[in-house]
C-alpha cells in the first residue's frame, strides 16, 4: 500500500501606461544586481510551506479549467507561471496587489510567501538521491529584463536577488527590440535545452516594452521502472472517435487505486522526488468529469492510497503555446492589463502595465520516461484497489514534486496520436 504527500517558461512584458540568472552571458547585455545574496536557508514553517502547496493546487485547477475550453491535447507548467507572476507580485500595489493575489491564490503575506517560493525553488533545483547519471533532472530559472537606464526600486531589486536570485538584465527595447526578443528567446532556448526555441514570436516585443519576466523550467525524469521495449499497438477511444496508438505496457510499475468515476495511477521517476499522476475517468464521462474537475479532488487523488499493480498506456508528445491575457484577466487580475494597473512598486511610478503573458509547455512521454519544458482532487473509496489498468481513453494527467506540493506540469490527452 502506499500513500504520499507531499516544468518552460512564462514571460511577462511590461509597457508603458501611457503607451499602450545573474551575470549575462550575452554579449551587450549589462546585470544590474542587489548586493543583498540568494537566501539559500529561507526560514519556512511546516504551515506556511502546506499552504503555497495548496493554494498552487488550487491555482493549477483554475487554470486547466480555463483552458481546457481550447481543442486538442494540453499541457501547461503551473509551478512555472506562479513563480514568474510571483515575481511580478513584488512591484505591485493597491488593487492591482489585490486582485493578483486573488487570481493566482496568494494567501500568504508578500515576505512569507516570496520565503516559501524561495525554499520550493531551491528544493526543486536539488537533485534527488538514487537517480542514475542522464536519469533525472530538473532545473528552474529565473530572469529579468529591463530597458537600458529604466530606474528600478530597490525593494524591488533586493526581493528578486533574495527569494528569487535573479538580477536584472538590461538590453535596449527601444532602440532595437528585435535584438531584445531575440536574446531573450536564446535564454529560454538555453534553459529549457533547446525545447522552447523560440517562445516570443516576431513583433511580440517592441519599443513600448520596459520589462520582461521569465521563468523558464526544463525536466528529464527516466521511470524508476521502464515499460517494456516494443509493446506494439492498442485502440484508444479518442474524443474524435478510436484510433490506434503506440501503446506501452509495464509489469508491476504503478500504483493504482480508483474512486467513484474515476481511476488512476502513479508512475514514480528514478530518485523517487516526482511522479506522474493520470486520472482516467469513466468511459463517456470525460467532459462531465473534466468540467466539475476540483482542487480538492486531484489533492485526494494524488494523497490516496494505492497499491502496485501494471499499468497500459500510450506514448504521447505534443506542445501547447497560450496566450494568457484573457485567462488571467477572467480569474480576476484585469487590472494589471490595462492603465489602471500599479505597478509602482517597481520604479515608483504609475506608468506600467502588462502587454501579454505567453507560455509555451511541451511533452514526450516513452517507455524510458518524460522529458517536459515550458517557456511558464472528491472521495476517494479507502480500500479500493485496481490491479491492473488500460488507459485507453481521454485522461488527466499531473507531474507532481510531493515534497513541495509543486504542480510542475498538468494536462490531458484526448488523443495520444495528435502532436
Same mark, same amino acid.
Given at each position: 500500500?502506499?500513500?504520499?504527500?507531499?516544468?518552460?517558461?512564462?514571460? /511577462?512584458?511590461?509597457?508603458?501606461?501611457?503607451?499602450?540568472?545573474?551575470?549575462?552571458?550575452?554579449?551587450?547585455?549589462?546585470?544590474?544586481?542587489?548586493?543583498?545574496?540568494?537566501?539559500?536557508?529561507?526560514? /519556512?514553517?511546516?504551515?506556511?510551506?502546506?499552504? @503555497?502547496?495548496? !493554494?498552487?493546487?488550487?491555482?493549477?485547477?483554475?487554470?486547466?479549467?480555463?483552458?481546457?475550453?481550447?481543442?486538442?491535447?494540453?499541457?501547461y507548467s503551473p509551478?512555472? $507561471?506562479?513563480?514568474?507572476?510571483?515575481?511580478?507580485?513584488?512591484?505591485?500595489?493597491?488593487?492591482?496587489?489585490?486582485?493578483?493575489?486573488?487570481?493566482?491564490?496568494?494567501?500568504?503575506?508578500? &515576505?512569507?510567501?516570496?520565503?516559501? +517560493? !524561495?525554499?520550493?525553488?531551491?528544493?526543486?533545483?536539488?537533485?534527488?538521491?538514487?537517480?542514475?547519471?542522464?536519469?533525472?533532472?530538473?532545473?528552474?530559472?529565473?530572469?529579468?529584463?529591463?530597458?537600458?537606464?529604466?530606474?528600478?526600486?530597490?525593494?524591488?531589486?533586493?526581493?528578486?536577488?533574495?527569494?528569487?536570485?535573479?538580477? #536584472?538584465?538590461?538590453?535596449?527595447?527601444?532602440?532595437?527590440?528585435?535584438?531584445?526578443?531575440?536574446?531573450?528567446?536564446?535564454?529560454?532556448?538555453?534553459?529549457?535545452?533547446?525545447?522552447?526555441?523560440?517562445?516570443?514570436?516576431?513583433?511580440?516585443?517592441?519599443s513600448t516594452t520596459?520589462? /520582461? @519576466?521569465?521563468?523558464?523550467?526544463?525536466?528529464?525524469?527516466?521511470?524508476?521502472?521502464?515499460?517494456d521495449a516494443n509493446?506494439?499497438?492498442?485502440?484508444?477511444?479518442?474524443?474524435?472517435? *478510436?484510433?490506434?496508438?503506440?501503446?506501452?505496457?509495464?509489469?508491476?510499475?504503478?500504483?493504482?487505486?480508483?474512486? =467513484?468515476?474515476?481511476?488512476?495511477?502513479?508512475?514514480?521517476?528514478?530518485? %523517487?522526488?516526482? *511522479?506522474?499522476?493520470?486520472? $482516467?475517468?469513466?468511459?463517456?464521462?470525460?467532459?462531465?468529469?473534466?468540467?466539475? +474537475?476540483?482542487?480538492?479532488?486531484?489533492?485526494?487523488? $494524488?494523497?490516496?492510497?494505492?497499491?502496485?499493480?501494471?499499468?497500459?498506456?500510450?506514448?504521447?508528445?505534443?506542445?501547447?503555446?497560450? %496566450?494568457?491575457?484573457?485567462?488571467?484577466?477572467?480569474?480576476?487580475?484585469? &487590472?494589471?492589463?490595462?492603465?489602471?494597473?500599479?505597478?509602482?512598486?517597481?520604479?515608483?511610478?504609475?506608468?506600467?502595465? $502588462?502587454?501579454?503573458?505567453?507560455?509555451?509547455? !511541451?511533452?514526450?512521454? &516513452?517507455?524510458?520516461?518524460? =522529458?517536459?519544458?515550458?517557456?511558464?482532487?472528491?472521495?476517494?473509496?479507502?480500500?479500493?484497489?485496481?490491479?491492473? #489498468?488500460?488507459? !485507453?481513453?481521454?485522461?488527466?494527467?499531473?507531474?507532481?514534486?510531493?515534497?513541495?506540493?509543486?504542480?510542475?506540469?498538468?494536462?490531458?490527452?484526448?488523443?495520444?496520436?495528435?502532436?
Open positions: 500500500m502506499r500513500s504520499r504527500r507531499i516544468l518552460p517558461s512564462v514571460l /511577462v512584458s511590461l509597457t508603458l501606461a501611457a503607451c499602450g540568472g545573474n551575470g549575462s552571458r550575452f554579449p551587450g547585455v549589462a546585470v544590474q544586481q542587489s548586493a543583498l545574496p540568494r537566501d539559500t536557508g529561507p526560514s /519556512v514553517s511546516a504551515g506556511d510551506a502546506a499552504q @503555497l502547496a495548496s !493554494d498552487d493546487e488550487t491555482f493549477a485547477v483554475d487554470l486547466y479549467q480555463a483552458l481546457r475550453a481550447q481543442p486538442g491535447n494540453l499541457i509551478a512555472s $507561471i506562479s513563480l514568474a507572476l510571483a515575481m511580478l507580485y513584488n512591484g505591485a500595489a493597491g488593487t492591482t496587489a489585490s486582485q493578483m493575489a486573488a487570481a493566482l491564490q496568494f494567501s500568504l503575506p508578500l &515576505d512569507r510567501l516570496n520565503a516559501a +517560493f !524561495d525554499a520550493m525553488d531551491l528544493m526543486l533545483n536539488q537533485a534527488p538521491a538514487g537517480s542514475t547519471d542522464g536519469a533525472f533532472q530538473l532545473s528552474i530559472a529565473n530572469s529579468l529584463w529591463t530597458q537600458a537606464g529604466f530606474a528600478v526600486q530597490q525593494p524591488f531589486l533586493d526581493a528578486l536577488a533574495t527569494s528569487y536570485g535573479a538580477g #536584472l538584465n538590461t538590453v535596449d527595447f527601444i532602440a532595437n527590440p528585435e535584438n531584445a526578443r531575440s536574446t531573450i528567446n536564446q535564454w529560454v532556448a538555453d534553459e529549457t535545452q533547446q525545447e522552447i526555441p523560440t517562445l516570443f514570436p516576431a513583433g511580440s516585443i517592441d520596459r520589462l /520582461v @519576466l521569465a521563468d523558464a523550467v526544463y525536466f528529464h525524469g527516466d521511470w524508476m521502472k521502464a515499460f509493446s506494439g499497438t492498442g485502440t484508444f477511444h479518442a474524443a474524435s472517435g *478510436d484510433v490506434t496508438a503506440t501503446m506501452m505496457r509495464g509489469e508491476d510499475n504503478a500504483f493504482l487505486t480508483s474512486g =467513484t468515476g474515476w481511476q488512476a495511477a502513479t508512475l514514480q521517476y528514478q530518485g %523517487s522526488s516526482v *511522479d506522474m499522476v493520470l486520472v $482516467i475517468p469513466d468511459a463517456g464521462t470525460f467532459d462531465a468529469f473534466e468540467a466539475g +474537475f476540483t482542487a480538492q479532488q486531484l489533492s485526494s487523488i $494524488i494523497n490516496a492510497t494505492s497499491s502496485f499493480g501494471s499499468l497500459v498506456m500510450p506514448k504521447f508528445k505534443f506542445r501547447t503555446a497560450e %496566450s494568457l491575457n484573457d485567462v488571467l484577466s477572467a480569474l480576476g487580475m484585469p &487590472d494589471a492589463f490595462t492603465s489602471a494597473a500599479d505597478f509602482s512598486g517597481i520604479d515608483g511610478q504609475h506608468d506600467l502595465q $502588462i502587454g501579454s503573458v505567453v507560455h509555451q509547455a !511541451d511533452i514526450a512521454v &516513452d517507455e524510458q520516461g518524460t =522529458t517536459a519544458a515550458a517557456a511558464t482532487g472528491i472521495g476517494i473509496t479507502a480500500n479500493a484497489v485496481v490491479q491492473s #489498468l488500460v488507459v !485507453d481513453r481521454p485522461f488527466l494527467f499531473f507531474i507532481v514534486h510531493p515534497a513541495t506540493g509543486a504542480i510542475l506540469f498538468a494536462g490531458r490527452v484526448l488523443d495520444p496520436t495528435a502532436g
